[in-house]
């Protein structure tokens, strides 16, 4: 009996994408039934929204103020996020990162539009690294708050054919929902004790939304050179 890994790989090769990220998330809905309750029990819960902040773009720090009030610049730090969820870094500008060598890349949004910044997810839960790299312009109206579709690609420590059983479930059921979430983000920062920062998510009218907020993340200035090594070179996460 075929493995779920082995059987990706049979269908993959059957399509011309270089990530055939809904085939092989479709097959895994129909080998695993409940895949697909969950997905819509998830989406339920992330579009469950607050009511409206009146004042919510006076309680926080845009990504770029909360970087110069914490002692850095734009250009040598990040904001980034090592604790809670899958390390993740958010960039103002458009420098992304210089991905090590030996990494495999894989365009899953193309964008051809502007770009201002860029948002940097490591996967968490998988023994391989696979890194979910969003890039864009603020939007709407170029609020420095807010973040809509842009493009999006997975940058992995190895191609995806040779990912395990579980990497495989559970990274291409996340990269589908991830590349399909079309809501509008508007994060601010808020200062906590320990020098770093808290973000809020809302949606642009204002209105929270409640399970992103429910376990906020502490986000801290760190410089560029840390933050590579925290996504890319210490990518075995079944080390920590």
Known sequence: MKTFSQLAVLVGSAFASNLPIDDI????EELVPEIGQYQEETEIELSRLGPPDPDWTENGLTVAQAITQGGGTVQTH????????????????????????????????PHDGPIDN???????????????????????KADPRCNGQ??????ASTPWEEWSDDTMLFAFVGIRASRDDDRVYCSVYEPDSDGGYYERSYN???RPYLVVNEDLRAFTVTSREHALQELFEHHDVSAE
Do not use: C
Not at 25 to 28: E, I, L, T
Not at 78 to 94: P, Q, R, T, Y
Not at 133 to 139: D, I, L, P, T
């Open 204 to 206: 642009p009218e204002g």
């Open 25 to 28: 998330a479709q097959m895994f």
């Open 150 to 155: 842009g493009g999006m690609e997975v940058i």
């Open 118 to 140: 860029h948002y940097y997810y490591r996967m968490t839960n998988v023994p391989e690294g696979i890194v979910l790299h969003f890039f864009g312009s603020k939007q709407p």
């Open 78 to 109: 990040v904001l980034g996020e090592w604790e809670v969820g899958g390390h993740s870094a958010k960039i103002v500008g458009d420098k992304p990162f210089d991905i090590p060598e030996g990494f495999v890349r894989y365009s899953v949004r």
